[in-house]
């Protein structure tokens, strides 16, 4: 199957060469990214595609360092809402509706349902519920990348409140989530390159209840 194949060849990149990606091709892992499922299709993360080398390099020191930021062809900052409002929940079934040509009143119970459970979420609890979205589609990302043939690097080894401040995410009310760094393997400098894959064998990964 060719996905497996692909999620075979690729590794956590930790070395890139700097070589920029073809926009066709980082086009189409964004559009996999805006694809990808998420409950009641709220959709509520958003990401910033970055491939200013100046805004990577400041970006860095948040990262702790790390190489493949400024060594990437793209950077995305995956980042999701900090809070679900009913505000929030109606602009995107408005738009929904909106796009399918059915009236408002067709959703309204599942709207009202949405409302009742979120506002049962602490602010906290509804980051993370976002947060979990956002990571639904980071994985489509990984998928995406690999059937490309592109090298990717997820990351989660960064100072959070550094690039929410970096970025003003909060006054766009969003928090990061994740980064997400794309480009070529450089392989004579990448200590991870040459090692075995391991993964958990199967029978150990899965329980079957049959």
Known sequence: MELLNALNWRYATK???GEKLDDETVNKIIEAIRLAPTS???????VFVISNPEIKAQLQPIAFGQPQIIESSHLLVFTSW????????????ETTNAQRGVPNEATADTVAGLKQLF???????????????????????????ALLGVDATPMEGFSKEGVDEFLKLREKGLRSV???????????NDWLYPLKKVRQPKEQFITEIK
């Open 82 to 93: 900090d809070k679900i409002t009913d505000e929030s929940i109606d602009k995107v079934y």
């Open 178 to 188: 994740a980064l997400f760094a794309l480009g070529k393997r450089k392989i004579e």
């Open 40 to 46: 009641a299709g709220l959709q509520p993360y958003h």
């Open 15 to 17: 070395r890139m060469t």
């Open 119 to 145: 506002s049962g979420f602490s602010e906290e609890e509804q980051y993370h519920h976002t947060a979990k979205q956002a990571h639904i589609g980071l994985g489509v990302a990984v998928a995406a990348a």
